[in-house]
Structure formats: structure tokens, C-alpha cells
């Protein structure tokens, strides 16, 4: 499963299609970054730049659904998986940690649009 690149394009599109800060530009999706709100871009078709953020990281139960899911740089996704979700920092300050992901999931919400009805992902 953590084949990532060539699994993520098809969710990449998905959640930037149901994120409102994300433009189609040609064969680029351009938006802003989940966790620190800067401008990123991704090719549509390899999903090359940028990862695949799990707000509530499935090794805590959390799920595929694309308002659990956002697009960040590389960089703040990794720090995020290895001081916060691997488990160091969660337990040393689990309030901050909860609120970190209320947060996230609530700007999620925030920035959520309906997905265009076109089908074929
Ligand atoms: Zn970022």
C-alpha cells in the first residue's frame, strides 16, 4: 500500500476535486497545502509533488474517506507522520495532538465542494 506515487494520482484528483482552493491549470492541479495553507501544484496525471495527507492517520482508526484526506507538500505531511501520528509527540501532548486534527479536519470541511458529477474518476 505505500507504493505511493502511482496509488495517490487517482485520490490526488478526487480530493482536489472536492477542495476548494484547488484550480485545474492544464495538466496541473493548483491549490494550498493542508497543513501550512502554502501554494503547492501537482501533475494531475502522476500525482508527482506534493502527498497525501490522512488527517486521522489509519494506524488510529482513521479512514479512506476523502474528508479524512487532503494534499500537502511532501515536507509537512512527513513531519506531521513523524512527530505527531508515529506516536512521540501524540502521547507527550495528546490535547495538542486532538486539537491539531480537529483543526485540520476542520478546514477540510471548510474548503469541501461537491465533486463535479462527471463519473469516471
Ligand atoms: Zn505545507
Same mark, same amino acid.
Given at each position: 500500500?505505500?507504493?505511493?506515487?502511482?496509488?495517490?494520482?487517482?485520490?490526488?484528483?478526487?480530493?482536489?476535486?472536492?477542495?476548494?482552493?484547488?484550480?485545474?491549470?492544464?495538466?496541473?492541479?493548483?491549490?494550498?497545502?493542508?497543513?501550512?495553507?502554502?501554494?503547492?501544484?501537482?501533475?494531475?496525471?502522476?500525482?508527482?509533488?506534493?502527498?497525501?495527507?490522512?488527517?486521522?492517520?489509519?494506524?488510529?482508526?482513521?479512514?479512506?474517506?476523502?474528508?479524512?484526506?487532503?494534499?500537502?507538500?511532501? =515536507?509537512?505531511? &512527513?513531519?506531521? #507522520? !513523524?512527530?505527531?501520528?508515529?506516536?512521540? /509527540? %501524540?502521547? $507527550?501532548? *495528546?490535547? =495538542?495532538?486532538? &486539537?491539531?486534527? #480537529? !483543526?485540520?479536519?476542520?478546514?477540510?470541511? /471548510? %474548503?469541501? $465542494?461537491? *465533486?463535479?458529477?462527471?463519473?469516471?474518476?
Amino acid at each position: 500500500m505505500s507504493g505511493r506515487a502511482h496509488v495517490s494520482a487517482r485520490m490526488l484528483n478526487r480530493i482536489a476535486q472536492t477542495d476548494s482552493t484547488f484550480t485545474r491549470r492544464g495538466n496541473s492541479w493548483v491549490g494550498k497545502c493542508l497543513i501550512c495553507g502554502g501554494p503547492l501544484r501537482f501533475d494531475a496525471a502522476t500525482g508527482e509533488g506534493v502527498d497525501v495527507e490522512h488527517i486521522v492517520p489509519r494506524s488510529l482508526g482513521g479512514s479512506h474517506d476523502l474528508r479524512n484526506l487532503g494534499v500537502t507538500h511532501p =515536507r509537512c505531511n &512527513s513531519e506531521k #507522520g !513523524r512527530n505527531w501520528d508515529g506516536g512521540r /509527540r %501524540r502521547r $507527550r501532548d *495528546p490535547d =495538542r495532538y486532538q &486539537s491539531m486534527a #480537529g !483543526r485540520l479536519l476542520a478546514e477540510r470541511a /471548510r %474548503r469541501w $465542494r461537491e *465533486p463535479e458529477p462527471d463519473g469516471n474518476a
